[in-house]
């Protein structure tokens, strides 16, 4: 079965729009990750960012202590947030790149020019407990580096593949790098995900890319939500993932 985190960064993104600095405020994150894991979600995603946009410390600490399904902490590879984790002991580390200007996760990291900061990280989390996943374009040579890293899992960014679903030749072409790239990442014997951009439009083309093990969602899931609740729309796209079938 296709497994869903869900990314509740943006519930605290609405949370700090009104609390920024205050602590407390509302919606809280707990809730809303309690609701998803009612709801059937697989997991719990947050980024904890450097400049704390959005998920703050105290958030990161009541979802460890209360979540029942997985804690999977997005992270920049730094000391300071390194040190945080492994105290944190999240499920999965998922390193991420981040720029401060950026609204989102904009690139995937730069594995391959990375090799070695990126494979002591690894080291670090695993010898923790903590399994690594790395998140990188669907790229032959990018891939190939997360394996030399030895991280346990991928997350094959899937940004490019949203933002050109309208235009059928882009998107083909999109589709098929991220089917080919996560045959490559299986034979490598890496675990595969995939994330970004994600909603409930496109998510059924997606369904064609090969060895899916979780695809992790944030914005349009949360945007649905303040329209119909979260248990609704986590169903909803439950639902929607529930035709996949890894080995086609
Ligand atoms: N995966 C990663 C690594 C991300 O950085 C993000 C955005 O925080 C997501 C998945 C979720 O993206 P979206 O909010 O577009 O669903």
Same mark, same amino acid.
């Given at each position: ?31 809303? %990750? ?6 059937? =979600?697989? #997991? !719990?995603? @947050?980024? +904890? ?6 998920? &703050? ?61 990126? %494979? ?6 695993? =010898?923790? #407990? !903590?399994? @690594?996943? +790395? ?6 040579? &990018? ?106």
């Amino acid at each position: 079965m296709l497994k869903l985190g869900v990314n509740i960064d943006h519930v605290a993104t609405l949370r700090e729009a009104r609390y920024r600095g205050r602590g407390g405020g509302e919606p809280e994150p707990l809730e809303a %990750a309690r609701l998803c894991e009612n709801a059937g =979600a697989h #997991g !719990i995603t @947050v980024h +904890l960012r450097e400049d704390r946009r959005h998920i &703050q410390d105290r958030d990161i600490w009541k979802l460890r202590g209360a979540i029942q399904t997985r804690l999977n902490l997005e992270m920049a590879n730094v000391p300071a947030i390194l040190e945080i984790a492994l105290k944190l002991k999240p499920d999965i580390v998922c390193l991420v790149p981040e720029r401060r200007q950026e609204v989102t996760t904009e690139g995937g990291l730069d594995a391959a020019g990375h090799c070695s900061d990126l %494979a002591e990280t690894r080291r670090k989390l695993n =010898a923790s #407990g !903590i399994e @690594v996943s +790395l998140f990188i374009t669907p790229d032959p040579e &990018q891939i190939r580096a997360a394996s030399q890293i030895g991280s346990q899992f991928i997350e094959l960014h899937t940004g490019a593949y949203a933002e050109s679903y309208h235009e059928i030749a882009r998107r083909d072409f999109e589709l098929n790098r991220l089917m080919a790239s996560a045959e490559f990442a299986h034979s490598l014997g890496l675990q595969v995900n995939a994330g970004h951009g994600l909603n409930y439009h496109n998510l059924p083309s997606l369904l064609r890319v090969p060895h899916l093990v979780e695809l992790n969602i944030g914005h349009s899931i949360i945007s649905r939500a303040v329209l119909v609740g979260m248990t609704q729309a986590v169903q909803d796209m439950l639902a929607l993932m529930a035709p996949y079938r890894p080995g086609q």
